[in-house]
């Protein structure tokens, strides 16, 4: 009977393992039955490279180049602000605490990871945007910048948690090697575990990307959604995620206007299935 269970158990986690594979696999026909459609009409490279998104002109223009630096401008501030700050929070936590302080950080950083984007955007608009407008003294705070400090806010769970399972992962003779040969508490925090941690490191960095550019809800209310091409992280942004989420309600139905947000949705999740693969690159160089 016991043996039965077991068998049952293990065929239940496999189909759910397969499972969710088909589940990403339809979803990725989904985008491209209804994406492709757009390029009927619309080349490819001014799709891409397009420097105008007028949907709704005549004619219409389904530039999405302003979109993409849109994305890259706040996604490259928010790992700019989250990798420093998660690295130096895995490293306290892991190495510096008192095991009493550990559990509570941990947990507090938990509860960081639980609060909805909304709730986070929301506290962006009503305090970070009008503390940027009077520190830079722009006409609106609504920036790449505001959203890129909400974002770095949302990616940091992940990169303290991941960056801190590497950190204590590494085995325990390097760290009493390291000590037995005169080094200092930082001087191995900075030259041994941090190097033999470095896999993850990368991996909790590629995955906290990963999170920040897949944000939608924060982006849409804090980044001013100007569809222009940004030059600087003062500069009102829209993202790839703020433009299919705001417009698509809009939208009609098989018109250009939806095939291309369908389009949006290939060139996101094609992003994102790089980064993953990346990111797993990294962890399974790791385990080597």
């Not at 459609?37 to 007028?54: A, E």
């Not at 949705?265 to 962890?283: E, Q």
């Amino acid at each position: 009977m016991k043996k039965y269970a077991e068998l049952l158990i293990e065929k239940a986690i496999f189909l759910s393992g397969m499972a969710s594979i088909l589940f990403v696999v339809l979803i990725f026909i989904f985008l491209l039955k209804e994406g492709l459609s757009l390029f009927s009409d619309t080349k490819l490279l001014s799709f891409i490279f397009g420097r105008n998104w007028y949907p709704i002109s005549d004619p219409p223009q389904f530039g999405i180049l302003p979109l993409i630096l849109g994305s890259f401008f706040v996604t490259l501030g928010a790992i700019v602000i989250a990798v420093p700050l998660g690295i130096a929070s895995a490293v306290y936590i892991a190495e510096v605490a008192p095991v009493w302080l550990r559990e509570i950080l941990k947990s507090g950083i938990e509860l960081l990871a639980a609060i909805p984007s909304i709730v986070l955007g929301f506290i962006g608009i009503v305090t970070l945007a009008p503390w940027l407008k009077n520190i830079f003294h722009l006409s609106s705070g609504l920036t790449a910048l505001a959203g890129s400090i909400m974002l770095a806010f949302m990616a940091m769970p992940t990169i303290v948690s991941i960056v801190e399972d590497a950190i204590v992962s590494v085995p325990k003779s390097y760290k009493e090697g390291s000590v037995a040969l005169g080094a200092t508490r930082w001087q191995t925090i900075y030259r041994v575990i941090l190097p033999a941690a470095s896999s993850g490191i990368l991996a909790a960095v590629m995955l906290g990307i990963g999170r920040v550019i897949g944000e939608t809800m924060a982006v849409l209310m804090i980044t001013g959604n100007a569809a222009v091409m940004p030059t600087t992280f003062l500069q009102p942004v829209r993202t790839l995620t703020a433009t299919v989420a705001a417009e698509m309600g809009e939208a009609v139905s098989g018109s250009s206007h939806y095939y291309a947000l369908f389009a949006i949705g290939i060139v996101l999740f094609v992003i994102s299935f790089i980064i993953n693969i990346l990111a797993d690159a990294f962890l399974h160089r790791k385990t080597k």
